[in-house]
């Protein structure tokens, strides 16, 4: 990694060319990290107009004082065949358009998108969301319009990712048994807080809120799944041109590690809270938990993991295989390893 702190630079010599060089003298897959006191905004700008498609951009501090930001070289994505290229024009103005609809034109608009949809691939999909963000819409702004489209696409997203048949030991067949444990969980935090709405004291719920302490421990630890994401199966997908999307699982981990420590503080301090005031400061955070983490996972089994699938080479699901087996499993533990430790254990 190659580090420029602008701040010991001369506001008059902070030129653009310095920047450039540096990152004109980094391989494929190096990080330029610009340290600055205010947000190089302007130079994402330039960056876009002369390194189109081949620079991922990652704000790692955002003020007050300091701006840091990593800048990753990546591999640009293969040129498309005029074919290639008229159908994705065609989806993105698709996508626009479901997603300027007004509240009366919505239904109209669904119908037309729906035969585009038919037959499109999760990684076409996800190419097109990421040229409209490099063209101008902001993650956050595309995150909500996802719910939009994926209503529409849902039931033919469905069909491509039931298509992936993937041996026990693949990173993906470990992340999706992992989704239906972390799924399971859900509903069953779902139920406790239904449960607990209804009851009026500590005294009727206590088997739930026993269950309910040890589910926030589990969700803590389910943060392994998505370093595993991060760290393993992210940067490959980088590495390959596809930057948007893993930017946008990124942002929603760290939502939900909010939201999962603050479960955790609040069932393991109901002592000390009177019911009702328990209950209040609950249910949002497992209201959040169950709909906003259920819908990422279901963007990943049917949008993000095809893709990958599709993305990778053979050997980069070995090194992948290998990160995740050295970032560790805590509560799940892929049949693979299992057995391993089984036969160790015979010995
Ligand atoms: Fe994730
Ligand atoms: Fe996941």
Redesign the pocket.
């Known amino acids: 990694m190659e580090e420029l702190d602008l701040r010991a630079v001369a506001e008059n010599e902070r030129h653009p060319d310095k920047i450039m060089n540096a990152w004109k003298e980094l391989a494929r897959g190096d990080v330029l990290r610009i340290i600055n006191d205010h947000d190089p905004k302007p130079l994402r700008y330039m960056f876009q107009i002369e390194f189109k498609h081949t620079f991922a951009w990652e704000y790692k501090r955002q003020g007050p004082d300091e701006w840091i930001v990593e800048i990753k070289k990546i591999k640009p994505p293969a040129p498309l065949s005029p074919e290639q290229k008229k159908k994705r024009d065609e989806l993105k103005q698709i996508l626009k358009k479901l997603h300027q609809a007004s509240p009366e034109e919505l239904g109209g608009v669904k119908k037309e998108a729906e035969k585009y949809f038919k037959e499109v691939e999760p990684k076409e999909l996800a190419m097109a969301e990421q040229e409209l963000i490099q063209e101008g819409t902001t993650r956050s702004e595309m995150k909500r319009l996802c719910d939009v489209h994926l209503e529409v696409i849902k039931a033919h997203l469905g069909a491509a990712s039931q298509r992936l048949k993937l041996p026990a030991s693949h990173p993906l067949t470990i992340?999706k048994d992992?989704?239906k444990i972390?799924k399971r969980n859900l509903k069953r935090l779902g139920r406790i807080l239904e449960k607990l709405k209804a009851a009026g004291s500590f005294d009727k719920v206590k088997k739930e809120i026993d269950t309910l302490k040890e589910l926030s421990h589990f969700f803590l630890e389910t943060e392994k799944?998505?370093q595993r994401?991060e760290k393993a199966l992210f940067p490959r997908l980088e590495a390959h041109g596809i930057v948007e999307p893993p930017q946008i699982f990124k942002e929603d981990h760290l939502e939900f590690m909010a939201k999962k420590k603050t479960l955790n503080e609040i069932a393991m301090a109901q002592d000390k809270k009177d019911f009702r005031k328990f209950v209040e400061l609950l249910s949002p955070v497992i209201e959040f938990l169950t709909k906003n983490l259920e819908e990422?996972?279901y963007k990943?089994d049917n949008i993000l993991y095809p893709m990958a699938y599709e993305t990778l080479e053979k050997e980069e699901w070995l090194e992948v295989r290998k990160k995740f087996d050295a970032i560790g499993y805590c509560c799940f533990a892929p049949a693979d390893l299992e057995k391993k430790k089984g036969k160790k254990k015979r010995k």
């Open positions: 992340c992992e989704h972390i799944h998505h994401e990422h996972i990943e």
